[in-house]
């Protein structure tokens, strides 16, 4: 690992550069840095009433951090003279390095470097020193007041809090700027990446123990290894992870052959990656927000059960709705609840979760405080109060206040977790909200935002609950050309591993039916079919229930199959039809996807995508999420299937796509036809790097 202590938490910094670096050492002093700032300048002696220096031999010492606010051609000497000299890291502010989207070429004829070019000088310059960016804006340390950043941000200074990590200075600054109650304590942006990427920075932020939760701003994946020893770490520590992913990764993109390829996109395998990892996933930037402001104030939640209070049956039933299209749920008062709520709201007041306590006991706080403390006694793992106070602007909010004075008694009372949810994020000020903060319930701003937070937060405390994700092993990028294996050595090679596969044989083109028949020992009906074809059936190279030797001849004579055929027995009565295949996604990794198979895989899209490698009860629950599922365990009285056998077939061919380490690039059989007896891959597609282990 790379030591980021000097870098983020400075003692001295050298600010290289003109408009820009003197931007960063008004931030260093608006912030009050309290240590040594020294400008580097070529041609003055003076900046910002500070000693300017000429370059990295004049300055003082080796600097612990440094701001390189230079062009492009400039950045890499910088960097080597700094690291000869032993500094502690730097932030590489210019644009123009491997991630332009200029055409290299034009920059070559006008007599300058290409990007890629600068940027391989940068890295060799730089050694072992770390650095962020290039097309980076650095970074904010606001539990030590470092602020390494050419631009204005809208933190204060923190004791503790949470960390973000964007790939995107912009968004950066967005997020200081939140009016949310959010206590920032680091803010760092990873630019282009050339040498520390997010993982790196991230595994420096959650070494620090005022850092409560890390939150992940993502634009594409740098390191799918890395990410996971990321996320062991922060379990391992008890640091949640909060993930914005964003855009479709381009890499996903890639031609395939299968079905599961395209159903398993690079979003869904994406949300399959983080599932597995323990880490939450947002997606949108408020939500993202409330749910780090929640980790850090609340910590993660044991399960997905809610309670909720408010005093409109309106917002009783918004809080119900919006609850709807997430795994929160409400559970049913106890029956200590009702007793206790009987007592404090009398015979009118219609129990339940959520309750609409009424505004009758507004002015009574003993009744109100009462009334809070009985509900939050409940089963649920977190309380909410639905408040929305009035703008201050233009009416009094002190009505309200008692409200929420009352809910910090009764979480006083019962040490129990609770928040304050807004309907709309706007109702909620900073200042009403501090009083709460100070009694560790979270204000939590707009109900889907404030919601999807409590979702996350008992997401990542589920999985932490259970095993431990599996580490990926270590698997060689294909570097040869990848081509699809026909289906018989599809099949052999699955066969091998114990996966029932039908009886088959291969017959060329000039080969007739009878002598087929009469070497396999094949009974009618058979099913045959055209080597060589991704899918068959839009080939119209497959044809199913042949059920003589004249209609196999007629069928061979029929079709086109320059690679030459396949007989097999054809499976009936199948209880379940299933797709069970495997891809490797070059920006998220292997991904298990099920789904309903034969001929309606892309209409129903009835499908689970599963992070490899993964635990037997991660699989098994992906199968009871699948709506044609209830068929495999009989469903109104019909005849079920081994689910046992499934999942040997699951976990065989999972097994044999890690054997390969990286060979094999897409498995996929559909359909595997689940019968009352056998659980059989009825079709199978293979994709594999030609390598010399294949031809012997």
Known sequence: MTDLSRLLRPKHIAVFGGAWAHNVIAQLQKGGFAGEIWPVHPKKTEIAGLKAYADVAALPAAPDASFIGVNRNLTPAILGALSQAGAGGAVCFASGFAETQAD????????????????NDALARAGDMPFLGPNCYGFVNYLDKVAIWPDEHGGTAQESGVGIITQSSNMAITLSMSKRSLPLAMLATAGNQAQLDMCDIANALIDDGRITALGLHIEGIASVKKLELLAIKARQKKIPIIALKVGKSEAAQHATLSHTASLAGSDDSATALFERLGIARLHSLGGFVEALKLAHYCGVLPDYGIGSLSCSGGEASLIADCAADTKLTFPPLSKRQSSALSDALGPLVHLSNPLDYQTYIWGDNAVMTQAFAAMLEGPQS???????????DRCDDRPWQPARDCLIEAVRQTHKKAVIISTLPETLTEAFCAPAIEAGITPLMG??????????????G??????????????????????????????????AVGIDVPKRITASDCATAEESIAQSGLQFPVVLKGLGFAHKTEAGAVVLGISDLAELQSAMDKMSAPHGYLIEEMITKAVLELLVGIV??????????IAEGGIYTELHQDKVTISLPAHEADIKAGLV??????????????????VAAIMALIRNVSDFYFAQKGAVTEIEMNPVMATAERIVAVDALMAREERDEWKS
């Not at 909410?384 to 703008?391: M, S």
């Not at 490797?584 to 996807?593: I, K």
């Open 104 to 119: 290299d070429e034009t920059v070559l004829q006008a007599g300058e470097a290409s990007g890629t070019d600068l940027q």
């Open 382 to 392: 977190v309380s909410c109060l639905v408040l929305d106070p009035p703008r201050i």
């Open 447 to 460: 109900l889907e935002d404030g919601l999807a937070a409590i979702e996350a937060l008992a997401t990542i």
């Open 462 to 495: 589920c999985a932490w609950q259970q095993d431990a994700p599996l580490e990926l092993p270590e698997m060689a990028v294909p570097t040869g050309q990848v081509k699809m294996v026909d289906e018989d050595a599809a099949k052999s090679a699955l066969s």
């Open 584 to 593: 490797t996604d070059p920006a998220h990794g292997p991904v298990l996807t």
């Open 625 to 642: 999420r699948l709506r044609c599922w209830p068929k495999a365990l009989g469903y109104r009285g019909q005849t079920g299937c081994d």
